[in-house]
């Protein structure tokens, strides 16, 4: 598969992963940010704040088709070395919104795509770290 199917899949999951946030109590502040300043860290895929209990979330997307390497256990792929610049772009997100204060996790949307079905098997981790 080549590289352009495969960013096309990710983003269609960021879209399946925003609205399942949505309906399930979170409200979206950002997705695919990127820290301006310096050089680049790497990218928060979705920012969601839960209404509930106002804790920011920081929610990493993997998605894979169904059939293909690793589409059982999408997560698997944030390896130690992505939470780490994870961590680093999460801190650089709450100090330019000034939100240090503000109570944080970083969680994992793991969806497989089923793409003749046209449907997902999404699992939605809290809390993930290392």
Do not use: C, W
């Amino acid at each position: 598969m080549d590289q352009e199917q495969n960013k096309k899949i990710g983003k269609q999951g960021e879209i399946i992963a925003a609205n399942y946030l949505k309906q399930n109590g979170y409200r979206i502040l950002d997705m695919n940010f990127q820290n301006k300043f310096g050089y680049r860290v790497g990218e928060l895929d979705i920012v969601a704040s839960e209404e509930k209990t106002g804790e920011i979330a920081f929610v990493e997307v993997k998605t894979r088709r169904k059939g293909s390497p690793g589409s059982a256990n999408p997560e698997l792929a944030i390896t130690r070395a992505k939470y780490r610049r994870l961590t680093r772009i999460l801190g650089q997100y709450l100090r330019q919104k000034h939100l240090e204060d503000v109570s944080h996790r970083l969680d994992a949307i793991s969806i497989e795509m089923d793409m003749g079905s046209r449907k997902a098997n999404l699992r939605h981790l809290k809390y993930i770290y290392y």
